[in-house]
């Protein structure tokens, strides 16, 4: 449980609060003057910064059963839904055995069933004793859906709506309870998280400030599989959203070796393919691509990552390609293998022409395949692979329906093959109803970098031609950033570029040592890319700097005050930043992962990673400075008391001999000699406590 530190509070704060509950309960009662009991318990409920003591205490008057009949019915239905709000696992799980959102039991309780409009928790009048306590649970529940739904998010009208009301109920509830700290931080004062972590010996800041983070990473994951994982393998968000958890934890999963963390995610993955909804090998729940695709790319994807080998995983990778090659794909009028509909399960397509639309969002259907394929080269894979993306290289390649030519679209319809859908708006296609998933780019880096793995597979430029077309395209557009450009054409299109493309163009750089992109890269592509390619140590060390401080505060709003699993990180970017002067960069697992392992670009597609350390990340610092086929470079800090051994995968190395050195500044600790024979081979060596150590592999 998190600990909340309360503030200590002024006389005149203190005599404000007394002033605010004696006001609300005397409009109550008719009278200014109280039964001491009533009063000191509500004060005493309201400033409490724990939500568990809060609890006790609320449910101690209500057991009292002095309060006047309606405010004793308020109190019943809010003890009720606290109950549910805190004690989800220990006593409602059990509830929630289904597999859709509304099945979670961190928030079916309340999902879809409170706006602006519509209170979900009693429409109490603000003179009522427990107005300030319900206002605060039901900004929550507000500001918990507005995190979650993209259509309350990323639509401003709508979004201002929640926003209003919420702040509108935090204002009075912080004004009521002035000592409650989680009610402040609602209200955009942050708490601080403190983690006491001794430093000794002279450890660059690089190493301190990415060691608070990775901690404090680690901290998250195994609270989460401790605290919230049933022993069917859900952690509380619903089947769905809890496939997506592994994404935010892919530095500690796919970098280092924690087994909590890993009997966490083998527990999820296993447990899911034994429910009914994906016993053919594919969610049988229809809905669209982005939804149904997760379950199994999440699951299969993770697991191959932690047991490469394993044939079960790779058989369930295989079967999304059988469904794909033999279901959900046709040729389209075009002479070209296109996916049907954006709505398919298992067992049927969506035959609605509404909905007949591939996009960038497909490749998740078949996400454990393109990684089997990039490991393996299985030619079966490979074939409908590069059918596939020869689909999408023409699409991009003409003039389509207004898209301009050399733009990769963001759906393409079937059967006609032409770029976006029924809608006259080729960049909103209109397949999906909900939120604005389809809308161009969308999920545009998924599709670049399942194009620039067909590239690499099959050594065909062609696959190349989507992404230089649009890398031109930005270049000749960079100068009009900040101009309005009408949506769908090429200038609106070349100024959205610089949020997916560099670090696409980035990730081409390394395998192919190209430099013709390199001021798009330089100017545009993330901070540990331009350390890899140009040496930019200062935008390295500030990426590493912004990272810790996200976690630096609001321990809870990572934790327990979480409700949707897949946006573990996103209360501060989607809501605390909007209402604080505090600012928090939302966590970052890419960038933290090419940080310890040589990754560029994006890890879930075509990875790239060169490393994993089979050691725990715990006191552990490390930075790739470079890595290829032929040797890595790494700084790296221990901060313990003793020399620490390290085993480490080097999955880019090619078969050979190779020197392994480990020095410090002052001397060289170890020179070894190792043989790479495969990259699942594991290599072990010690490392100095308390210096910064410099390990170097060249070939021999």
């Given at each position: 449980m998190v600990r909340i530190q309360v503030r200590k509070m002024d006389k005149k704060r203190r005599e404000f609060a007394l002033t605010v509950t004696t006001y609300v309960v005397g409009c109550l009662s008719g009278s200014t003057h109280i039964a001491d009991n009533w009063h000191r318990a509500l004060r005493r409920a309201g400033d409490t910064s724990d939500p568990f003591r809060q609890y006790e205490l609320l449910v101690k008057l209500r057991n009292a059963d002095t309060l006047p009949e309606a405010e004793q019915e308020y109190l019943e239905i809010l003890v009720h839904f606290i109950d549910q709000w805190l004690h989800g696992k220990a006593k409602y799980a059990d509830r929630y055995t289904g597999s859709g959102l509304s099945d979670a039991y961190l928030c079916g309780f309340f999902s879809g069933k409170s706006?602006?409009?519509?209170?979900?928790?009693?429409?109490?009048?603000?003179?009522?004793?427990?107005?300030?306590?319900?206002?605060?649970?039901?900004?929550?529940?507000?500001?918990?859906?507005?995190?979650?739904?993209?259509?309350?998010?990323?639509?401003?009208?709508?979004?201002?709506?929640?926003?209003?009301?919420?702040?509108?109920?935090?204002?009075?509830?912080?004004?009521?309870?002035?000592?409650?700290?989680?009610?402040?931080?609602?209200?955009?004062e942050p708490i601080p998280w403190d983690m006491q972590l001794k430093v000794r010996g002279k450890a660059p800041e690089w190493a301190v400030q990415q060691r608070e983070t990775l901690t404090k990473l680690r901290d998250i994951a195994i609270w989460w599989v401790n605290h919230r994982q049933l022993e069917n393998g859900q952690f509380g968000g619903g089947w769905g959203d809890d496939v997506e958890m592994w994404r935010d934890f892919t530095p500690l999963i796919l970098a280092f070796s924690e087994p909590d963390v890993i009997r966490g995610q083998t527990r999820l993955s296993e447990g899911l393919f034994a429910t009914e909804r994906i016993k053919d090998g594919y969610s049988n729940k229809i809905t669209d691509v982005e939804h149904t695709a997760e379950d199994t790319a999440d699951s299969i994807t993770a697991m191959m990552h932690i047991t490469p080998e394993d044939p079960l995983w790779?058989?369930?990778?295989?079967?999304?390609?059988?469904?794909?090659?033999?279901?959900?794909?046709?040729?389209?009028?075009?002479?070209?293998?296109?996916?049907?509909?954006?709505?398919?399960?298992?067992?049927?397509?969506?035959?609605?022409?509404?909905?007949?639309?591939?996009?960038?969002?497909?490749?998740?259907?078949?996400?454990?395949?393109?990684?089997?394929?990039?490991?393996?080269?299985?030619?079966?894979?490979?074939?409908?692979?590069?059918?596939?993306?020869?689909?999408?290289?023409?699409?991009?390649?003409?003039?389509?329906?207004?898209?301009?030519?050399?733009?990769?679209?963001?759906?393409?319809?079937?059967?006609?093959?032409?770029?976006?859908?029924?809608?006259?708006?080729?960049?909103?296609?209109?397949?999906?109803?909900?939120?604005?998933?389809?809308?161009?780019?969308?999920?545009?880096?998924?599709?670049?970098?399942?194009?620039?793995?067909?590239?690499?597979?099959?050594?065909?430029?062609?696959?190349?031609?989507?992404?230089?077309?649009?890398?031109?395209?930005?270049?000749?557009?960079?100068?009009?950033?900040?101009?309005?450009?009408?949506?769908?054409?090429?200038?609106?299109?070349?100024?959205?570029?610089?949020?997916?493309?560099?670090?696409?163009?980035a990730k081409y750089r390394v395998l192919s040592n190209d430099?013709?992109?390199?001021?798009?890269?330089?100017?545009?592509?993330?901070?540990?890319?331009?350390?890899?390619?140009?040496?930019?140590?200062?935008?390295?060390?500030?990426?590493?700097?912004?990272?810790?401080?996200?976690?630096?505060?609001?321990?809870?709003?990572?934790?327990?005050?979480?409700?949707?699993?897949?946006?573990?990180?996103?209360?501060?970017?989607?809501?605390?930043?909007?209402?604080?002067?505090?600012?928090?960069?939302?966590?970052?697992?890419?960038?933290?992962?090419?940080?310890?392992?040589?990754?560029?670009?994006?890890?879930?597609?075509?990875?790239?990673?060169?490393v994993k350390w089979q050691t725990s990340a715990e006191d552990l610092a490390v930075l790739v400075k470079n890595c290829s086929k032929s040797g890595l470079s790494a700084e790296m800090y221990h901060f313990g008391a003793d020399s620490r051994t390290v085993g480490a995968q080097f999955f880019l190395l090619q078969p050979g001999k190779y020197s392994m050195s480990i020095s410090t500044d002052k001397e060289v600790v170890s020179h070894l000699t190792m043989e790479q024979k495969s990259g699942t081979q594991t290599h072990f060596f010690q490392i100095p406590p308390r210096v910064l150590t410099f390990l170097t592999i060249t070939r021999i």
């Open positions: 706006t602006p409009e519509k209170w979900l928790l009693p429409k109490v009048p603000p003179s009522s004793l427990f107005f300030p306590l319900i206002g605060f649970f039901r900004a929550k529940v507000l500001i918990a859906e507005m995190i979650e739904k993209g259509e309350i998010s990323k639509v401003p009208e709508t979004r201002a709506r929640y926003m209003t009301e919420a702040t509108n109920l935090l204002r009075q509830s912080v004004r009521a309870f002035p000592e409650n700290q989680l009610m402040a931080m609602y209200h955009g790779v058989s369930r990778a295989k079967k999304l390609v059988d469904l794909m090659k033999n279901k959900w794909t046709g040729i389209n009028e075009r002479g070209f293998l296109q996916f049907k509909s954006t709505y398919f399960t298992a067992n049927e397509v969506d035959p609605d022409p509404r909905k007949a639309c591939d996009s960038v969002y497909h490749p998740r259907t078949i996400q454990p395949a393109l990684l089997y394929w990039q490991r393996t080269g299985d030619k079966e894979i490979g074939d409908l692979v590069t059918s596939w993306m020869d689909t999408w290289v023409d699409a991009a390649s003409r003039s389509s329906n207004g898209k301009p030519a050399g733009i990769l679209p963001s759906a393409i319809h079937w059967p006609d093959g032409e770029a976006g859908g029924t809608t006259d708006t080729w960049w909103d296609p209109g397949n999906h109803t909900d939120d604005p998933l389809y809308v161009w780019p969308s999920a545009m880096g998924m599709m670049l970098n399942t194009l620039l793995l067909t590239w690499y597979q099959t050594g065909n430029d062609r696959y190349l031609n989507p992404m230089k077309s649009m890398a031109g395209h930005m270049r000749d557009h960079l100068d009009n950033e900040n101009q309005t450009s009408a949506p769908g054409s090429l200038a609106w299109c070349s100024e959205k570029m610089t949020s997916f493309l560099p670090d696409i163009l430099e013709k992109y390199d001021d798009l890269i330089e100017a545009h592509a993330s901070d540990y890319a331009r350390f890899r390619l140009f040496g930019d140590r200062h935008s390295l060390l500030n990426g590493i700097a912004s990272q810790r401080k996200t976690f630096t505060h609001n321990e809870i709003a990572f934790k327990e005050e979480v409700r949707w699993t897949d946006r573990l990180f996103r209360f501060h970017p989607t809501y605390f930043n909007t209402v604080s002067q505090h600012q928090f960069p939302e966590f970052d697992p890419g960038f933290m992962l090419e940080c310890v392992s040589g990754s560029i670009g994006n890890v879930l597609y075509f990875p790239t990673h060169a």
